[in-house]
């Protein structure tokens, strides 16, 4: 018989709550001194010999027999190939996911803006998207086409000219089901490439991967790392954390429920973070009940138990204030509100990457088809961050157009402050277009 999970059990009430939960939450993302010089080492190498390199790493580390950058490139043409080979049900599934996703994300879009002042002069703000951007997707045996539309899709709703797709094909095993998601997404290019070496050649570009403006999607250390390095050469999404999913209930959403979307993210790795909160203690153990009747039937068994036990926790609290503070205080990737009345919980909750609302909707919902992205803030970082969205693929530029009587009552001002700053420069620019003067 399989041994009951040890789930950590927390009392909100208890005096020592606060130094468990931080201990509870903390998780450092840092490679270690190995990895970073790797990374270092691999990024300067296609920083100097470009395709060269990225052929040697690729064969090095992906298993793959390539003489050229020829060889590790796919044209639109293998990607609508994928469209064909994957089953009826799963192109409809990606064609219906990419259409849900596309709709919501068209709602993000900013339009450029201006205002006249009485003088004439003209204030706005240009938006524009960027040229380039770079997509990384996880290849070989894991298998996210979701992540290809959730980061493809804003991109192109953006106005992103193109959009450049990196995956790895370790010993050449090529997933079908991702290349069709690119497909469907709109993907402009497809490198066959992963690693250190494929944010490197995105990053700085090469004879073939064209430079982008931004890289995003997830991946190993080895990927978070090098999207580190390459930061202020390229805009990066995020450094993203372990999956976190924070339940709170009120006690009256099925056990068995609860206990599955606890699995729906413990199941992504060992380092993942499912945590339950609830005032009512008995509900906690009937969780905690079905979490053990439930795990033995679960494919990942071996993780989920992993990420229960170390990172996991069953967090009983007084009232709704309480449970909405230990929410704020975590803020969680995902938050479901499980309770009667979720509207009436909303203004209380001020940091979460995505709010899942009621019963109903499970996490996994927002991970596949909902429409809002799952690319979101990891680790307490949803505290100053937002989940990725067409804003991330385009970009502001102030405009200022002076009337000739704006300028001259400007200059006033400007010269005063840049006289204090002693920029006298900048003080005679603006002095020369006051009237008078």
């Not at 699995?263 to 909160?277: C, G, N, T, Y």
């Not at 005032?279 to 795990?295: E, G, M």
């Not at 949803?382 to 385009?394: I, N």
Request: net charge negative; charged share 20%; hydrophobic share 45%.
């Amino acid at each position: 018989m399989t041994a009951p999970i040890a789930i950590r059990r927390l009392n909100a009430a208890d005096p020592d709550f606060a130094r468990h939960l931080d201990h509870l939450l903390s998780w450092e993302s840092v490679s270690d001194e190995a990895v970073n010089q790797r990374v270092l080492e691999i990024i300067q190498a296609v920083r100097e010999r470009g395709d060269a390199a990225v052929v040697e790493f690729t064969q090095r580390f992906d298993g793959v027999e390539a003489t050229s950058m020829a060889d590790l490139i796919l044209p639109r043409e293998r990607l609508e190939l994928a469209l064909t080979r994957i089953t009826v049900e799963q192109r409809k599934a990606l064609e219906t996911a990419a259409a849900r996703v596309r709709s919501y994300h068209e709602k993000q879009k900013q339009d450029s803006w201006t205002y006249t002042e009485a003088d004439g002069t003209v204030l706005g703000q240009q938006v524009t998207p960027l040229d380039r951007a770079g997509l990384y997707v996880p290849g070989g045996k894991a298998s996210y086409p979701s992540s290809v539309l959730m980061n493809a899709i804003p991109a192109k709703v953006a106005g992103v000219a193109e959009v450049v797709m990196v995956v790895p094909t370790p010993r050449g095993e090529i997933n079908e089901i991702v290349l069709a998601a690119a497909c469907v997404a709109g993907v402009d290019r497809v490198f066959t490439i992963g690693g250190a070496q494929a944010v490197a050649a995105l990053a700085y570009g090469t004879e073939s991967v064209p430079q982008v403006d931004k890289v995003v999607g997830p991946g190993n250390i080895y990927v978070a790392t090098a999207k580190r390095h390459v930061f202020g050469q390229v805009g990066i999404d995020m450094i993203a954390g372990p999956s976190e999913i924070l339940v709170v209930c009120d006690g009256q959403t099925d056990p068995d429920w609860i206990a599955m979307d606890l699995f729906s993210q413990a199941e992504h790795d060992e380092d993942a973070q499912a945590i339950l909160v609830s005032s009512d203690a008995a509900f906690l153990d009937r969780v905690a009940a079905s979490i053990d009747k439930l795990l033995p039937t679960m494919e990942r068994e071996a993780i989920i138990r992993t990420s229960l036990q170390n990172r996991g926790a069953l967090i009983q609290v007084a009232d709704q204030a309480q449970a909405c503070q230990v929410a704020n205080r975590i803020a969680p990737e995902h938050l479901e509100l499980s309770v009667a009345d979720p509207q009436a919980w909303l203004p209380q909750i001020r940091h979460a990457g995505a709010i899942f609302m009621g019963r109903y909707t499970a996490e996994a919902l927002g991970d596949y088809c909902a429409g809002p992205n799952h690319v979101l803030p990891t680790s307490g970082t949803a505290r100053f961050s937002s989940p990725l969205g067409v804003y991330d693929f385009q970009k502001r530029s102030s405009i200022i157009f002076c009337s000739a009587d704006g300028a001259s009552e400007l200059g006033k001002t400007a010269s005063v402050l840049a006289r204090g700053e002693s920029l006298t420069a900048h003080a005679r620019s603006a002095e020369y277009r006051i009237k008078g003067e």
